[in-house]
């Protein structure tokens, strides 16, 4: 904890949750994604629909889900549907406002990369794999991506195209038939960063509250590029830090109440 | 028609050596207790298929059954990677496996065509995606009314399906809730389906009309093995048991201690003991 009374990780969990909206058809990649959309449930977007990838269409989990399959998605959405559907009819059918993905890899033109580390025939480090995200980046009307910064997170060169964002930059998207916006909003922990207009390069708009310029360089494999009017991140309200740490507190112990007192 | 059988006998008489097969379950419902018993039977050279082909994926990878995986994602749901998948694919440990990977829409639309009797999917999907560069089973066709060009991959058609139910009926109709996932589509595309199930209960007479309910001549054998899916887990009766998955990560990311696992909990257990693993994780009625 820093002397700020927040995270770097909670700023950059509630600066996403605010980017999302009321009215959002939001599909919730497991991870840091799942807590901002909830984040932003449980605060200023009550009726905000959260799909994740099991079918669960319109949940409202008490606890974040480990897995994008945990009963209580199914048990608190409007309705579950089967996977072809919500692949074909929900996604396909252009029916999600905003993608909300992580990262293991990420560019800077928001092409991400979970499936190897290395050469895909011979891997160094075999990641899961792209599930849901390869259609979930180009079938949705926007994409928002949420990770904390490192060197090795966000890199000049991705080594996989799980996802694509931008491609080479520019219309990249328009040339290949995607017609939605691929990425448009980048949450880290230290900034929020949005495509230049032109180059569709990820650009720094809004330095966290107390963070330079230079440690946002010092984490990231780019060489970064900071908007002319570089503004400050809102501090967390103590609302929203509230809603945050209950919901990881309840994630927590109900994640842990399922070990057997003694091992298996 | 449709047989009851004791879980060895359902697996014994379905399940070959070289069978594509898959045992599916989109994190609910996952059919633990046959891909265990599958195990204990030693079948070699299967090609395994599923969309997140975890835990059960992991263990058949490491003991060495697999000569071939398909699948869309292939990680612990929610705790990171299958350090037995990886060891394979990574160090041909204990034996190389060919992969074929896809996204989940891909294999969702590849189910579906199997299960309406089509030879392909079609679907729009892996727009400058990696993954249409390395699978050749990856192509495109172009839409003869609008001109769009569309993904395409072949329909998956398995030799056998596992799933894991909540329930049957004593004539052998299958009842599946809650997150369905794949498993209609798996059964409905594959030569054979074995399914394991909660309960039998002695009608479907009151549930309702729109449940998915897989009929009886659907389905080659039925297994009743309380907790099967453990430790994914069956809406309505037990949780999921996250601690399971968070352990096994360690469990797995050695090989000593992953045969040892192995050796107390598959290879010296029955399908019996699955109730007793699920007893922590019932919900007070």
């Known amino acids: 904890m820093s002397d700020l009374g927040f995270t770097p990780n909670e700023m950059m969990t509630i600066a996403a949750s605010r980017a999302l909206k009321n009215d959002d058809v939001c599909f919730v990649g497991i991870g840091a994604p799942s807590a901002a959309c909830n984040v932003a449930r449980l605060t200023h977007a009550p009726d905000i629909t959260l799909i994740y990838e099991s079918g669960t269409i319109g949940t409202a989990p008490d606890v974040l889900p480990l897995s994008i399959g945990d009963g209580e998605l199914c048990e608190t959405a409007v309705t579950t549907v089967a996977v072809p559907e919500m692949f074909r009819y929900w996604l396909q059918g252009g029916r999600i406002s905003i993608g909300f993905l992580g990262a293991a890899q990420l560019d800077k033109f928001g092409n991400i990369n979970t499936t190897v580390i290395g050469d895909y025939a011979h891997p160094k480090t075999r990641l899961p794999g792209g599930g849901g995200a390869p259609e979930i980046a180009t079938s949705s009307r926007e994409i928002y991506i949420t990770m904390a910064q490192t060197k090795r997170g966000m890199v000049e060169k991705i080594d996989f195209f799980t996802s694509f964002g931008h491609g080479d930059g520019g219309d990249h998207r328009q040339r290949l038939g995607i017609d939605t916006a691929g990425p448009t909003l980048l949450i880290t922990d230290l900034a929020i960063w949005k495509p230049d207009p032109v180059t569709r390069e990820f650009t720094v708009v809004s330095l966290h509250p107390g963070v330079s310029r230079e440690e946002v360089q010092a984490t990231c494999g780019w060489v970064v590029k900071f908007a002319e009017a570089l503004d400050e991140t809102p501090a967390p309200s103590e609302l929203e830090l509230k809603t945050l740490r209950d919901l990881q507190a309840r994630t927590k112990a109900a994640h842990e109440g399922t070990a057997k007192e003694k091992a298996a | 028609m449709v047989k009851f059988l004791p879980l060895k006998e359902a697996v014994a008489e379905n399940l070959h050596d070289g069978d594509a097969v898959a045992f599916e379950g989109f994190t609910h419902l996952i ?67 060919e992969i074929e990977e896809h996204s989940h829409a891909g294999m969702a639309n590849a189910y579906e065509a199997g299960a309406a009797g089509l030879p392909c999917a079609v679907f729009r999907g892996y727009r400058g995606a990696g993954l249409a560069s390395v699978n050749p089973n990856i192509r495109s066709v172009t839409c003869p009314f609008t001109g769009e060009v569309l993904a395409a991959v072949p329909a998956i058609r398995p030799d056998v399906s596992f799933i894991h139910a909540q329930k049957a009926d004593r004539k052998g109709n299958v009842l599946v809730e809650g997150i369905i996932g794949i498993q209609k589509e798996a059964v409905l595309a594959a030569k054979r389906a074995v399914v394991t199930v909660e309960e039998v209960v002695d009608s479907f007479a009151d549930l309702h009309p729109n449940l998915t309910v897989l009929p009886n001549w659907t389905i080659s054998a039925i297994s009743v093995v309380p907790g099967g899916s453990h430790p994914s887990y069956a809406h309505g009766y037990y949780v999921r048991d996250n601690a399971a998955y968070l352990e096994w990560d360690e469990i797995a990311a050695d090989r000593d201690r992953f045969q040892a696992w192995m050796q107390a909990n598959v290879i010296e257990s029955t399908a019996d003991d699955f109730a007793a693993r699920v007893e922590h994780l019932r919900k007070a009625a």
């Not at chain 2, 992991?58 to 990680?75: C, E, L, N, R, T």
């Open chain 2, 31 to 97: 059919p633990t207790a046959a891909a265990h018993e599958a195990i204990r039977q030693g079948f070699r050279d299967l090609t395994l298929i599923r969309m997140t082909p975890d835990l059960i994926y992991d263990q058949m990878i490491g003991m060495g059954m697999a000569k071939k995986i398909i699948f869309s994602y292939v990680g612990n749901p929610g705790v990171g990677l299958l350090r037995r998948a990886r060891d394979a694919i990574e160090n041909g440990f204990p034996r190389s496996i």
